[in-house]
């Protein structure tokens, strides 16, 4: 901006007189900037209220349909057992659940691991000559004998690493660890069940100085063959011997007829052998034959002194003490044809039950990985983590039932799920129409203007909130598109639907209601209120309708308010609908014409500052056309004064 040097010949305050005249003419420029300022929030008031009136459309989206309503909930006799999600094609009944295990993670805790000078082990740098004597072109294995019969072969050498080794675990998709400050492995299945299972065997030293010896590995059978292969069912402890194993046929003697024999020969910890018969039949003294059971198994185990038991939950064998089953006769005593399936394949004995140590000694503790079991409804399933999902219904257990008792599941119909639906509805449309109300029925300001920065320099920031505030609140006052709006939503909420068995039906039918008039408050004369909401102290005490139609006549309850909803998202679609050059697609207000509006606005006021400022600097010329004509008549008149000899 140029320096204007203005009055000094004059004497007269040229700049004020400038200004003065500028001011005057300066009105236009300063109420199109108002109307712009005023039009701006206006849009912004018009973008909060779109936002909100959306959110009813999209729960209105949700209500719509009858599907919608059908919520479906389960309750437990004993919520500490299991926790259920009920999808909505759940069955309507009660469930009888049994919780028989919990699901496992295979866990291994190393035993305490010490280096052979003592000094302290890190991870990176200890190596395996230093925990054991294995020599410099020495190779010890390992072998991880994972669930699936698959085995990996781990080497080590005399420089392989603790770090190298956890490296190599986990490769094997195994959890693995060494805490240097309790000097232990720590080895883990990535996930819970019994596929996770593991054992790590191989060269007993390199066991036992890792600390991944355990000291004692037999604990249960792995399930007999039966169930990995066969559709024959579940194996109780009436199941006969001859339907899991095959037996040579019937011998003839002097003495009678009598059923082929299979062996089991047993080793027990203090060396003691024994052989147990096995025999498809007995039969009684009239000749009638009884089939040897599971149960009958596990009698002559027992009187052999074998603490064993058969666990139809587990499907497996159980055997307690240092037992070792060491093979059976597979030739059928003299019997051409060899047998097709070997004694302790068929019982499950072949497998992880003859793996133990003698000596006892402490070593690494082992944590089985189990999949989880339940019965529901008299059917068994199986999970590998604690979670079910059977026809509809989510179970997860938490907790094992007491042996013989059981939990009831039962499946019914949300009706709190419908009510807080239908509560959430109108929680959200009391809302709506409310601010509608307040922004229609506003007070005018028709003194307020924007404050102009000048005058916000005088007062305080909530003396500029406060004096804003006022005119933004009056903005929408009797518009017409928030009328249209309005109107619609709440000619919809009056009006009345037929209901099979019940004719037409109104929101008061159910119990839902406008206040008095006296009674509202201010603009929320148009507000839902639901009887016996004990959440609104306005409705309250009133009998509650609503929850006694849904738990009496649930399909009267959702067809009225599907169909409700249905017209009511309707009708927003249609007040929202695109119009061109004034309102997009979604909008509830012009917000394309507002915005054409206020572009226009820029426009405007950058051709009214340009006449402003030509006005201004015109002006100024005519005051320095001025300043220079009087500075001219006063070099004349010096010139003749001297002229005359003046002075």
């Not at 720590?186 to 600390?211: P, V």
């Not at 089953?325 to 044809?337: K, L, W």
């Not at 950058?606 to 006063?634: G, I, P, R, S, V």
């Amino acid at each position: 901006m140029a320096m204007r040097m203005s009055g000094l010949m004059s004497g007269m305050d040229t700049e004020s007189v400038i200004q003065q005249l500028v001011e005057a003419r300066s009105t236009k420029v300063k109420t199109a900037k108002n109307s712009q300022t005023k039009l701006q929030w206006k849009q912004d008031i018009w973008k909060g209220l779109n936002n909100k009136l959306k959110t009813l459309q999209s729960k209105l989206n949700d209500l719509r349909f009858s599907s919608g309503y059908a919520k479906k909930v389960t309750k437990s006799s004993n919520e500490g057992i299991a926790s259920v999600l009920t999808s909505d094609t759940a069955v309507n009944g009660a469930h009888t659940l049994e919780v028989h295990r919990m699901a496992k993670t295979a866990y291994m805790t190393g035993n305490k691991v010490s280096r052979k000078d003592g000094k302290e082990i890190d991870i990176t740098k200890t190596q395996m000559s230093d925990l054991m004597e294995i020599g410099y072109d020495e190779k010890k294995n390992l072998t991880l004998n994972k669930a699936d019969g698959s085995q990996v072969v781990i080497d080590l050498t005399p420089q392989t690493t603790i770090s190298d080794l956890l490296t190599k675990l986990k490769a094997e998709g195994l959890n693995a660890n060494f805490d240097t400050k309790q000097n232990r492995f720590y080895i883990s299945a990535k996930e819970s069940g019994a596929a996770g299972n593991f054992m790590i065997t191989g060269d007993s030293e390199a066991l036992w100085k890792l600390g991944l010896k355990t000291s004692d590995t037999k604990t249960a059978t792995d399930r007999p063959q039966w169930l990995d292969g066969t559709d024959k069912g579940a194996i109780r402890g009436s199941t006969r011997l001859d339907e899991l194993m095959d037996f040579p046929p019937e011998l003839e003697s002097s003495l009678g007829t009598f059923s082929g024999t299979r062996t089991l020969n047993i080793t027990k910890a203090d060396g003691t052998k024994i052989g147990i018969s096995l025999e498809a039949y007995t039969r009684d003294e009239n000749g009638v034959r009884h089939f040897n059971t599971i149960d009958d198994l596990v009698a002559k185990l027992k009187d052999a002194g074998v603490d064993a038991a058969f666990d139809p939950i587990q499907q497996r064998f159980t055997v307690r003490g240092n037992v070792k089953f060491e093979g059976s006769d597979n030739d059928f005593d003299g019997y051409a044809e060899t047998a097709k399936t070997d004694v302790l394949t068929a019982l499950g004995l072949d497998k992880g039950i003859n793996d133990y140590d003698i000596t006892n000694q402490a070593g690494a503790a082992f944590v089985q990985g189990q999949d989880a079991m339940i019965t529901l409804d008299g059917a068994l399933y199986t999970s590998t983590n604690n979670s079910f999902e059977i026809n509809g219904l989510t179970i997860t257990a938490q907790n094992e039932t007491e042996p013989g008792k059981s939990v009831t599941l039962t499946t019914q119909q949300d009706t709190d799920g419908i009510y807080n639906m239908v509560k959430d509805f109108l929680k959200t449309y009391n809302e709506v129409i409310n601010e509608i109300d307040k922004l229609y029925n506003a007070d005018a300001a028709k003194d307020y203007e924007p404050l102009s920065d000048d005058e916000k320099s005088t007062m305080s920031e909530a003396e500029i909130e406060k004096y804003e505030q006022k005119i933004k609140d009056s903005l929408l006052r009797r518009d017409g598109s928030l009328n249209s709006v309005g109107s619609a939503l709440r000619n919809i909420m009056l009006s009345g639907f037929s209901v099979s068995g019940h004719g037409k039906m109104y929101l008061a039918s159910f119990g839902i209601s406008t206040l008095n008039y006296f009674a509202a408050p201010d603009n929320e004369r148009n507000a839902y209120h639901i009887d016996g909401d004990p959440d609104d102290s306005s409705s309250s005490g009133n009998e509650d309708k609503l929850k006694s139609m849904i738990a009496s006549d649930p399909d009267a309850v959702i067809s009225f308010f599907s169909q409700l909803t249905q017209s009511l998202y309707t009708e927003m679609n249609k007040q929202s609908s695109s119009v061109e050059g004034y309102r997009s697609f979604g909008s509830f207000y012009d917000d394309k014409k507002m915005k054409s509006d206020y572009d226009d606005y820029k426009s405007k006021i950058k051709d009214l500052e340009k006449k402003l400022a030509d006005y201004e600097d015109k002006w100024y010329k005519k005051f320095a056309a001025m300043e220079t004509a009087m500075a001219k008549m006063q070099q004349n008149s010096s010139a003749v004064t001297s002229l005359l000899g003046g002075q």
